[in-house]
């Protein structure tokens, strides 16, 4: 079976620019979270949608926003892109919303921003 | 704020020897608290968790953790390291009704030598 998988893998915009980045959680799980890993740090929590509702937003601008589709893929989209911005994106899905169990990573997308 | 405190950036044990790595929390309650590692240019993969019970918790790859309550503590352990267990582990927390709103130490880095 397939696990979660993203795209792109790697990515390089400028400061200004959008981005969306794609996930496809693992087939039957409906809840899919978003978390920024910057380098040298922990992940940090963005986004968790569930039956394609937001059912959770970390600490993150308005620039950042995601949705969720009926297939239960994602997108992430980040406007007006900075320099911090730089980050491993990553995904993860669940079965269900309140998640007791484990979280299934993606490898996520690397985003340079110039 | 709540935070995951992994106090060590690196923590180096020779091959078959003990290893622990640790984790302190802050979520007051009844935390669910979870170990990951994160592989060189890979997302995460899930260890093992706790959520109530029984305070040594058994996990994947031979890896343990006990939960202490009085020293809000939740070190990692295994009793013989490989060397293929060098990676990057992150202690995670979260709220029982938190969805999948996990916030993660900075991470410590294992390095298993020979």
């Known amino acids: 079976d397939a696990g979660v998988t993203q795209s792109p893998t790697h990515l390089i915009k400028t400061r200004g620019q959008h981005v969306t980045l794609r996930c496809s959680p693992i087939s039957g799980h409906k809840s899919v979270s978003w978390y920024q890993q910057v380098l040298g740090q922990g992940p940090q929590f963005i986004f968790q949608y569930y039956e394609k509702e937001e059912r959770g937003r970390g600490n993150f601008p308005d620039r950042f926003s995601a949705r969720q589709f009926p297939n239960y893929s994602s997108e992430l989209n980040v406007n007006a892109l900075l320099l911090g911005d730089s980050a491993l994106y990553l995904c993860?899905?669940?079965?269900?919303?309140?998640?007791?169990?484990?979280?299934?990573f993606g490898e996520g997308s690397r985003l340079t921003v110039l | 704020a709540q935070s995951v405190a992994q106090p060590e950036d690196q923590v180096n044990v020779a091959e078959g020897n003990p290893l622990t790595v640790k984790c302190t929390y802050s979520?007051?309650?009844?935390?669910?608290l979870f170990w990951y590692v994160q592989y060189p240019n890979r997302g995460l993969q899930f260890l093992l968790k706790?959520?109530?019970?029984?305070?040594l918790v058994k996990g994947s790859y031979g890896f343990e953790a006990e939960f202490n309550k009085s020293q809000t503590s939740f070190h990692l352990k295994k009793p013989s390291a490989l060397v293929s267990d060098s990676a990057l582990y992150f202690c995670a927390q979260k709220p029982n009704n938190a969805g999948n709103m996990l916030t993660f130490g900075g991470g410590t880095r294992l390095m298993v030598k020979p």
């Open positions: 979520v007051s309650g009844n935390p669910y």
């Open positions: 706790y959520i109530t019970g029984d305070n």
């Open positions: 993860a899905s669940s079965l269900e919303r309140g998640n007791t169990g484990e979280l299934f």
